[in-house]
């Protein structure tokens, strides 16, 4: 996380400070389910810069990583498999 | 996963236009904006994506629509035109219309569930990687932190 902590470093640090008990399992779940929304909203950018004449070059950059964004999405839903 | 050339420079035009120039104080610095924008005025007609990489994906495309209509036991398909005897704008073309089977082929691969199937999937999966994972090698680290907020990221050297 943040170069800060290895991730289960982190989770067990988290689950000791509040007292919950949480899944590695369900925090793959949902970093594999946000990085799918993520992607979604790259190709939601790009729609908008491409074909509905939005001028944002931030929208542009973000049409352009889609490849990048591919492949996390491709790792996160493997992690979580 | 290339933008249509047409529309990107219409765009970085309209947006150094509307956004960027009228906010710029530096007579010079706007000087600068402005010859950004003749300069691409004059390259944008001349300009196309390079053919030897769509040539590749549309071949590659090909190679696995007809592998995996085998392995569903599908008529092969049929493709028209050879690929090389096409330009820039033809395999843009081509390249969507593939993806469009590729689209369909999945469907129809995912609605079975045979072994014949999952490895017709299998195939598309790591085609989908590997398309991904060849388009890296052109792409640069994003800067959105810097599109963002407007503050630089980093110290980049000056330009004048």
Redesign the interface.
Known sequence: MCHLYERDELLDRYNALTGLDIMARAVRYWEAFGTRKLAVMHYGA?HC??RRGY????M?????????M??QV?TAIERAA | MSFSLTRLFEGVIATLRIDVIPHIGDAFARGQAVGVIDLIGNIAGRVEWARDPLLQVVQERRRLLTRVAADLCERAPEFGQAPETLGSTELIAERARLDANICDAMARAHARDDAAARGALTLLIRHAHDEAAAAMKWMRKPQFGEMAGGKREQATPPTR
Not at chain 1, 55 to 58: G, S, V
């Open positions: 790009r810069f491409e001028n944002d070059m931030r542009a950059g973000m049409g352009a990583q889609i490849p990048r591919l492949l491709e």
